[in-house]
């Protein structure tokens, strides 16, 4: 029994923030901040801010820009975080309401009506709220029967969800589920962090799987999938639940994003590239049978030395495309973008390599074939 990737779907914001208007408001912030605290930067109590510049960005990441849903709140010097206004109860939540559309595009490239699909994945780095599951209100809002659920891990929760989806196709649970990706990164990103305040963006993809093979469609098989996870703090989210018991600044930079970027790097890299050699090899597949490398878009450099390492010389565009210099890292749904964009030159039986990495660490890899 064959399972597939019988179409994806993509929602992009319409707003787009530079890195010359990022750097712009940075600075702006820099400034107000140092102003404000000259005294105790004079007596050596605090640090005085520097400033960032988009070259800095840019060398740092391969970032040029970043779609993000509030451009007013994360530019303004006094506020720096995006601005969302509180929605009823009884309202779509920002989540529910980008996967809606992200959905609707998925099933439309899949040519499978609303009641084919029997459940709903909800997979991201981050949910809007503890319960009810944000994916249970995308299934009422689609109109999807049978079963829906929430899992998170960070920027493999894509890759890990259609596992699961494929799963649950193997063992009778379902013909088709549909996995959602709402990543609303600039909500958990520090933009008054020099080192970090360019990374993410947002978007929200969805990908269809199914065991039926139409023939009307692209059909992409998935002929394996293999996840690893190895526990480490350099990357890390201390909001939760539990925060405000703690008699705690809900507000303090340790309730937000934060990495030790280097050691990521220094400790991700083997990781991913032994993953997907093993993978490959376990499925009598050799490199160079890959026709394209659709990562995690968090690190133009990452992403170049892991195809590197695998190919043994200089990946082109072609076997490992980006999509991160204009959408930012989108966490999970950054492989899902690029292979949404990029698969549509492939022909029948051509083989691609979906490929998550980062926090928990985790990673996951699926390869797929074109039918």
């Known amino acids: 029994m064959g399972i597939y990737i019988a179409g994806t779907g993509l929602f992009t914001p319409n707003e787009s923030i530079s890195n010359e208007e990022l750097v712009k408001s940075y600075n702006a912030y820099a400034d107000l901040f140092n102003q404000q605290n000259k005294e105790a930067i004079e007596k050596g109590d605090l640090e005085e801010l520097t400033y960032s510049s988009a070259d800095f960005i840019y060398k740092a990441s391969g970032i040029e820009s970043r779609y993000v849903l509030s451009k007013e709140g994360i530019l303004d010097p006094q506020r720096m975080k995006p601005k ?140 394996d999938t293999k996840l690893k996870t190895s526990f480490s703090n350099n990357i890390r989210n201390n909001f939760g639940f539990i925060s405000k018991n703690e008699d705690y600044d809900l507000y303090s930079d340790d309730q937000l994003f934060k990495q030790e970027g280097r050691k990521v790097f220094k400790q991700v890299v083997p990781m991913v590239e032994e993953l997907i050699a093993s993978h490959l090899k376990e499925n009598n597949l050799l490199v160079s049978d890959i026709k394209r490398l659709w990562l995690h878009q968090a690190n133009l450099s990452m992403n170049s030395l892991i195809a590197k390492r695998l190919l043994g010389r200089d990946p082109n565009e072609d076997e490992m495309p980006t999509v991160l210099n204009k959408y930012a890292n989108t966490s999970s749904a950054g492989s899902i973008i690029a292979f949404h964009k990029y698969s549509e030159d492939f022909r029948k039986g051509d083989l691609g390599v979906i490929c998550s990495f980062g926090a928990g660490y985790s990673v996951g890899s699926i390869i797929v074939q074109k039918t």
């Open 84 to 223: 969302f206004e509180k929605r009823k109860d009884n309202e779509p939540s920002i989540q529910a309401e980008i996967a809606i559309k992200a959905s609707k595009e998925a099933l439309k490239n899949a040519n499978i009506e609303i009641d084919q699909v029997d459940g709903l994945i909800c997979a991201c780095s981050n949910l809007q709220r503890a319960y009810p599951a944000v994916s249970i209100e995308i299934q009422q809002e689609l109109g999807i029967q049978g079963y829906a659920y929430d899992m998170n891990v960070a920027c493999s929760s894509a890759t890990f969800g259609i596992q699961n989806a494929v799963n649950d196709i193997k063992a009778g649970v379902a013909e088709t589920i549909l996995v959602v990706n709402p990543e609303i990164c600039t909500a958990h990103l520090n933009f008054k962090d020099r080192d970090g305040h360019f990374i993410f963006g947002d978007v929200c993809t969805a990908v269809v799987i199914s065991k039926v093979n139409d023939a009307t469609r692209e059909n992409f098989e998935v002929l």
